[in-house]
C-alpha cells in the first residue's frame, strides 16, 4: 500500500476550493469527505453530544454546499470551515439552553493587549499521558476541561485536543499569537490546579497495588 504525499493532498484540496469557488458543485463532495470527520470531532469536543455533533456536521455541510462559492480566499479555507462549526456548535448549545449567552463572538479578542505570561510551567498532559487511555481519567480531564471558562476553552480545544497549529487557532479566532499562547497557558495551568488531587491520588492507588 503507497502513502499519500501531504503536498500533492493540499494542491488537490486548493483545486477543489477553486472549483467550489467557481460553482463547480462537483467538487463539494470531495470536500465534504475530507472535512466531515474534522467537523464532528470539533463539535463533539464542544458539545459533548452525538446526535448535537451530527446535527452540526450536517448544518456546516449544507452551509458549505450553499456558500462555498462566497469563500474569497482572506484565510485558509480550513479556518473558514472551523469557525462556521464553531459557529453552529454554539448555536446548537444556546437552543439547547446550555450556554445560553455564548457565542463565538464573545470568543474573539478584546484588544487589551495583555501580554503572555512568560514564566515555564510543565505541560498537564505531559505529566498524564500515560493514563490517556485510562477511561476512568479520561473521564476526570473531560470534566475539568468542561470547567474552563469560554475563551481559554475553545483554544485549549482547538490547540491540544484537535492537535491545530498555534497559527492555525490564531487565523480561526482572529487572535494574535501571542494572545493564543496566553490562553493556552491559562487554560493548561486551570486545568494543573483541577487535576492536581486526582493524579496523587491516582499515582496513590497505583503505587498501592
Keep these: 500500500m ?18 467550489l469557488q467557481a460553482g463547480e458543485m462537483g467538487s463539494f463532495e ?6 466531515q470527520g474534522k467537523i464532528y470531532s470539533l463539535s463533539f469536543n464542544l458539545t459533548r453530544n452525538a446526535t448535537d455533533s451530527q446535527d452540526v456536521t450536517q448544518e456546516v455541510l449544507l452551509t458549505l454546499f450553499r456558500k462555498g462559492h462566497t469563500f474569497q480566499g482572506k484565510s485558509a479555507f480550513s479556518s473558514w470551515v472551523y469557525r462556521i462549526t464553531l459557529n453552529a456548535s454554539y448555536m446548537k448549545l444556546r437552543s439547547r439552553k446550555r450556554e445560553p449567552n455564548v457565542s463565538i463572538d464573545d470568543l474573539l479578542p478584546s484588544f487589551n493587549k495583555a501580554g503572555f505570561q512568560q514564566e515555564k510551567i510543565q505541560d498537564w498532559s505531559e505529566s498524564t499521558e ?3 487511555f485510562d477511561n476512568e481519567t479520561r473521564k476526570v480531564i473531560q470534566k475539568a476541561v468542561d470547567l474552563l471558562p469560554d475563551k481559554e476553552k475553545v483554544v485549549f480545544i482547538l490547540r491540544d485536543v484537535e492537535g491545530l497549529s498555534t497559527e492555525k487557532v490564531g487565523n480561526i479566532l482572529e487572535l494574535t499569537i501571542p494572545a ?9 495551568l486551570f486545568l494543573r490546579k483541577k487535576l492536581a488531587n486526582y493524579f496523587g491520588e491516582y499515582k496513590t492507588r497505583k503505587e498501592g497495588k
Excluded at 470531495?30 to 472535512?35: C, D, I, S, V
Design 130 to 132: 500515560s493514563l490517556l
Design 30 to 35: 470531495q470536500l465534504a469527505n475530507l472535512y
Design 180 to 188: 493564543v499562547k496566553s490562553r493556552l497557558h491559562r487554560a493548561r
Design 2 to 19: 503507497g502513502f499519500s504525499d501531504p503536498t500533492k493532498d493540499k494542491a488537490t484540496e486548493e483545486q477543489l476550493v477553486k472549483d
